[in-house]
């Protein structure tokens, strides 16, 4: 009697373990099964804002380890930063397709979020990624995606002036297998493009009294100001350039560190943006040193010289 109590015993155990959900959270590998039933389902047409997408996803921890599996380790290193391993990562939802598997998920440093969508095929081969959603723009809009039912994931930006007008731009992208990437497909937009292809330079009133400030420029399009800091060995810049004939930009607003006589740095906390700065007579050198995708294309770089321009009378007036 006792014997076979303890075999049922011993059976059920077996079968409670069996349906134990694996762990993310480690190091030790996971079937793919496992890894997919951690994204519910997303029905679709799907909408998500920078206001919410935190909040839905699934508290599950997915190990960097664990992610790395099923999406390179050059991948994840390559869109987030050097630093992907320091990354929570969080599953938010799934797509699934007939030959296609869409992964969306958040990875959040430094109370700081982005949410990506990752793409594998029906061999669970990983073809591709589209950075979808981010914090803390500091930009004034509002950031939303919307997903169809394709799918196609048409990525807005959109705000209110104090006239009550809405202004906005709306990029739709979809995978496109023969160039294997995600490519865009539609583009809409009301804001006004004068005002879009003008560079608003938001340090030009500060003062400029320091041995490096002033305003530097290769072309009209490429230009970077710096203007004098808390001391002397701090200075405030801003840098806007345009690559591949405007199909790339970047534009980045910091603090530039000097290290020594002639050299300087820009880093800042929770940012994987490193940019170092080297001056040359009347010529500043500038050049990316960590991931600064954030504030530019992703086939472009800050990387680029730059020379001094002669000081305007008005800017001589605003010392």
């Given at each position: 009697?006792h014997k076979?109590?303890?075999i049922?015993l011993?059976?059920?155990m077996a079968i409670a373990?069996?349906?134990e959900?694996?762990s ?8 793919i ?6 994204f ?7 909408r998500?804002?920078?206001?919410n997408?935190?909040k839905m996803?699934d508290t ?12 390179p ?5 390559g869109?987030?930063n050097?630093k ?7 599953p938010l ?5 007939e030959?296609?598997?869409?992964l ?7 109370k700081k979020?982005t ?5 594998l ?5 990983y073809?591709?990624s589209l950075k979808?959603?981010q ?21 807005g930006?959109e ?6 007008e ?10 496109n297998?023969?160039?294997g990437?995600f ?5 809409d ?16 009133t500060?003062p ?10 290769k072309?009209?399009?490429n230009?970077i100001?710096?203007?004098d ?17 405007g199909?790339?930009?970047g534009?980045l ?13 820009f ?22 040193q ?21 000081e ?8």
């Amino acid at each position: 009697m006792h014997k076979y109590l303890l075999i049922s015993l011993l059976f059920l155990m077996a079968i409670a373990c069996k349906d134990e959900p694996a762990s993310l959270s480690g190091d030790a590998p996971v079937d793919i099964k496992d890894f997919v039933a951690a994204f519910k389902k997303t029905d679709l047409p799907y909408r998500l804002a920078d206001t919410n997408f935190t909040k839905m996803a699934d508290t599950t921890n997915i190990s960097y380890t664990v992610f790395s599996q099923f999406v390179p380790d050059s991948v994840l290193t390559g869109i987030v930063n050097k630093k992907a391993k320091k990354f929570t990562i969080h599953p938010l939802g799934k797509i699934e397709k007939e030959n296609e598997l869409y992964l969306l998920a958040n990875f959040t440093q430094n109370k700081k979020t982005t949410l990506f969508a990752f793409l594998l095929n029906k061999e669970n081969k990983y073809l591709g990624s589209l950075k979808l959603l981010q914090q803390d723009n500091r930009d004034n809009y509002r950031h939303s995606v919307s997903i169809t039912s394709e799918p196609t994931f048409i990525i807005g930006r959109e705000k209110t002036n104090f006239n009550n007008e809405t202004s906005y731009t709306r990029n739709g992208y979809a995978y496109n297998s023969g160039s294997g990437n995600f490519v865009e497909l539609m583009s809409d937009s009301n804001e006004d493009l004068k005002r879009i292809n003008e560079i608003i330079n938001p340090i030009d009133t500060l003062p400029r009294k320091n041995k490096f400030s002033g305003d530097y420029a290769k072309d009209k399009r490429n230009t970077i100001s710096i203007r004098d800091g808390a001391n002397a060995d701090k200075y405030a810049f801003f840098i806007h350039f345009e690559k591949s004939g405007g199909d790339c930009t970047g534009e980045l607003k910091g603090t530039l560190m000097m290290r020594d006589a002639r050299h300087g740095y820009f880093q800042e906390s929770g940012d994987p943006c490193v940019i170092d700065f080297t001056f040359e007579g009347k010529t500043v050198i500038v050049k990316e040193q960590g991931n600064c995708g954030n504030h530019r294309g992703i086939k472009c770089f800050f990387d680029d010289s730059f020379t001094k321009k002669k000081e305007t009378k008005t800017a001589k007036k605003n010392k």
